[in-house]
């Protein structure tokens, strides 16, 4: 136990030794962010998330209890969207799935993303947490997106998601805009470019 | 006889999407600020949208748009906030490490209120707010909203595509 302890506290003093910016944290969240980062490294998942939350929560004058916790709890969603997407998923993906676990997507719904898409899923995923963000039920934004996302292009995407949060600033209900809006976004890219109609602003 | 459901949603939406009355004098002031601004950027520059007037509300409203390609993976994305009271406003982000002094704003008029900072994104979703006068936090009421991690202040997400940010 003593050993592990530590041991630790080795591997801690060494990532503060590579990770300069590590000397910004206050020093009570120093070492434990340090031995998260070191875990996430060795597990491959990506350490630079990590590390910005930590320096958000430190310049925000968190409290260093509250910054740890945000690191574990982001390095936990990291390796749950790695388990969803696969090994092969890119840091972004791995950070915008992070996101929409976060958010309150469920890992299948990541796995069909997947599925669904051969394109990199960075955009999907990142409207999937904004919309949730904007008010959107969880649910109604994953159908949404599934909707989207096999046959859309990530501009479609945002441009969907602008849709959204304008009629919702316009008063329609949350989950209404995203049901509405989803199918606009697939026909209109499904039809050719010249024929497209403009939006109403 | 009666319509079906989605046609009333459809109706309904239709009516939310009507154009809102805005103060004429107000709009004026804006598109002002907004020619001010298309002038002293580059001359490529493709403003994809304007934010809400609504943040105006809030003592300050925030715009952020594509500028140019700067290389092949990476785009110039502008962010503007008009803050008329501020002295200082620096934009802090995972982009520049949350360092407050890496990326100072600056006005693009002299004593004007419209402060602005041109950074280069490579594809991805990144968290951002701006830090006023050294201690005011402030997030982008126009853009969505980062997950609350109980830092005690906001933040803003931006998603940069491989063609443009938002």
């Given at each position: 136990?003593?050993?592990?302890?530590?041991?630790?506290?080795?591997?801690?003093?060494?990532?503060?030794?590579?990770?300069?910016?590590?000397?910004?944290?206050?020093?009570?969240?120093?070492?434990?962010?340090?031995?998260?980062?070191d875990s996430a490294r060795a597990a491959g998942l990506p350490v630079e998330p990590l590390l910005q939350r930590a320096l958000e929560g430190t310049i925000k004058h968190a409290a260093p209890d509250r910054v740890v916790a945000a690191v574990r709890r982001l390095a936990g969603d990291l390796g749950r969207a790695r388990e969803a997407l696969g090994v092969s998923a890119a840091p972004a993906e791995l950070e915008a799935g992070a996101a929409a676990l976060r958010a309150g997507a469920s890992p299948a719904v990541l796995a069909q993303l997947r599925r669904a898409r051969r394109q990199p899923l960075t955009v999907p995923l990142a409207v999937l947490a904004d919309l949730v963000a904007s008010g959107v039920p969880v649910d109604s934004a994953a159908s949404a997106v599934l909707m989207l996302a096999g046959s859309v292009r990530d501009a479609d995407l945002i441009e969907f998601r602008r849709a959204v949060e304008r009629d919702i600033a316009l008063g329609a209900s949350p989950a209404t805009a995203a049901t509405a809006d989803a199918p606009t976004s697939l026909n209109a890219t499904a039809r050719p470019r010249s024929a497209a109609q403009p939006r109403r602003p | 006889m009666f319509e079906r459901e989605e046609q009333v949603?459809?109706?309904?939406?239709?009516?939310?999407?009507?154009?809102?009355?805005?103060?004429?004098?107000l709009d004026r002031r804006v598109m002002d600020e907004i020619a001010a601004l298309r002038t002293a950027t580059h001359s490529g520059t493709v403003w994809r949208w304007v934010a809400p007037l609504a943040g105006l509300a809030v003592a300050a409203t925030v715009l952020v748009a594509v500028a140019r390609s700067a290389g092949p993976s990476t785009q110039d994305l502008q962010f503007v906030l008009v803050a008329p009271q501020a002295a200082t406003v620096?934009?802090?982000g995972d982009f520049n490490d949350w360092d407050a002094a890496r990326t100072p704003m600056r006005p693009l008029r002299a004593d004007g209120p419209v402060w602005s900072a041109v950074v280069p994104l490579a594809p991805g979703r990144y968290h951002y707010a701006f830090l006023v006068n050294g201690s005011r936090w402030l997030a982008d009421p126009a853009a969505p909203a980062a997950s609350d991690d109980g830092f005690g202040a906001p933040s803003s997400v931006v998603t940069v595509t491989g063609g443009r940010g938002t």
């Amino acid at each position: 136990m003593r050993f592990a302890a530590v041991l630790a506290l080795t591997f801690a003093t060494q990532a503060q030794a590579q990770e300069p910016r590590l000397e910004r944290l206050d020093s009570a969240a120093r070492a434990p962010v340090a031995a998260v980062l070191d875990s996430a490294r060795a597990a491959g998942l990506p350490v630079e998330p990590l590390l910005q939350r930590a320096l958000e929560g430190t310049i925000k004058h968190a409290a260093p209890d509250r910054v740890v916790a945000a690191v574990r709890r982001l390095a936990g969603d990291l390796g749950r969207a790695r388990e969803a997407l696969g090994v092969s998923a890119a840091p972004a993906e791995l950070e915008a799935g992070a996101a929409a676990l976060r958010a309150g997507a469920s890992p299948a719904v990541l796995a069909q993303l997947r599925r669904a898409r051969r394109q990199p899923l960075t955009v999907p995923l990142a409207v999937l947490a904004d919309l949730v963000a904007s008010g959107v039920p969880v649910d109604s934004a994953a159908s949404a997106v599934l909707m989207l996302a096999g046959s859309v292009r990530d501009a479609d995407l945002i441009e969907f998601r602008r849709a959204v949060e304008r009629d919702i600033a316009l008063g329609a209900s949350p989950a209404t805009a995203a049901t509405a809006d989803a199918p606009t976004s697939l026909n209109a890219t499904a039809r050719p470019r010249s024929a497209a109609q403009p939006r109403r602003p | 006889m009666f319509e079906r459901e989605e046609q009333v949603v459809e109706r309904i939406i239709t009516l939310l999407r009507q154009p809102v009355g805005i103060d004429p004098a107000l709009d004026r002031r804006v598109m002002d600020e907004i020619a001010a601004l298309r002038t002293a950027t580059h001359s490529g520059t493709v403003w994809r949208w304007v934010a809400p007037l609504a943040g105006l509300a809030v003592a300050a409203t925030v715009l952020v748009a594509v500028a140019r390609s700067a290389g092949p993976s990476t785009q110039d994305l502008q962010f503007v906030l008009v803050a008329p009271q501020a002295a200082t406003v620096s934009l802090v982000g995972d982009f520049n490490d949350w360092d407050a002094a890496r990326t100072p704003m600056r006005p693009l008029r002299a004593d004007g209120p419209v402060w602005s900072a041109v950074v280069p994104l490579a594809p991805g979703r990144y968290h951002y707010a701006f830090l006023v006068n050294g201690s005011r936090w402030l997030a982008d009421p126009a853009a969505p909203a980062a997950s609350d991690d109980g830092f005690g202040a906001p933040s803003s997400v931006v998603t940069v595509t491989g063609g443009r940010g938002t």
